[in-house]
T-cell receptor, first 112, second 115 residues
Framework: DAGVIQSPRHEVTEMGQEVTLRCKPISGHDYLFWYRQTMMRGLELLIYFNNNVPIDDSGMPEDRFSAKMPNASFSTLKIQPSEPRDSAVYFCASSRQGSPLHFGNGTRLTVT | AQSVTQLDSQVPVFEEAPVELRCNYSSSVSVYLFWYVQYPNQGLQLLLK??????LVKGINGFEAEFNKSQTSFHLRKPSVHISDTAEYFC?????????????FGTGTLLAVQP
């Protein structure tokens, strides 16, 4: 079991650029979550999917953020255009119904 | 809706001393409770969880936590800490029996173990 795999580990980009974060959940897990971690707000749930369908995106900050899950083994979180205040560590996590979350190692995003 | 409060942002402790990290929650429905640990530059790992049954829950690395419904608390304890326990600890809550594993996290407590 390779765990939840996120890429890239680090991303540095300029304000206004498009950023795409990627996540491969653990095989067999039917829930996928995107969290954002900052010093000011801690861990915030952005969006989660069940069986590839977005269930709750109320945590997505604004229209610049979008997430997709085209199949059971892949999800993306896109920010377009990016802003300095988007700088954070973005975590992906997956689980089965009734089981705890398994987190990836995160993507550290820096927007200059 | 649920919420979690971790009042201590940082807890310094000497090696081999006992430690307690505090967690209080708020919810209008029954909840599941979790403690996660985050080592530097890594994701979160599950330490232990309370779903039902015995209110004293034992987890990995010698940690345990006690669910206290009347005080809406789920404090984490370890009788003797090691340098390697230095990390950020997060308490989390989810709705019991809900259709999801949607977790709400506290703001975290940095456990700093000193030699």
């Amino acid at each position: 079991d390779a765990g939840v795999i996120q890429s890239p580990r680090h991303e540095v980009t300029e304000m206004g650029q498009e950023v795409t974060l990627r996540c491969k959940p653990i095989s067999g897990h039917d829930y996928l979550f995107w969290y954002r971690q900052t010093m000011m707000r801690g861990l915030e749930l952005l969006i989660y999917f069940n069986n590839n369908v977005p269930i709750d995106d109320s945590g997505m900050p604004e229209d610049r953020f979008s997430a997709k899950m085209p199949n059971a083994s892949f999800s993306t979180l896109k920010i377009q255009p990016s802003e300095p205040r988007d700088s954070a560590v973005y975590f992906c996590a997956s689980s089965r119904q009734g089981s705890p979350l398994h987190f990836g190692n995160g993507t550290r995003l820096t927007v200059t | 809706a649920q919420s979690v409060t971790q009042l201590d942002s940082q807890v310094p402790v000497f090696e081999e001393a006992p430690v307690e990290l505090r967690c209080n929650y708020s919810s209008s429905v029954s909840v599941y409770l979790f403690w996660y640990v985050q080592y530097p530059n890594q994701g979160l790992q599950l330490l232990l969880k309370y779903l039902s049954g015995s209110t004293l829950v034992k987890g990995i690395n010698g940690f345990e936590a006690e669910f206290n419904k009347s005080q809406t608390s789920f404090h984490l304890r370890k009788p003797s800490v090691h340098i390697s326990d230095t990390a950020e600890y997060f308490c989390a809550v989810s709705e019991a029996g809900g259709a999801t594993n949607k977790l709400i996290f506290g703001t975290g407590t940095l456990l700093a173990v000193q030699p």
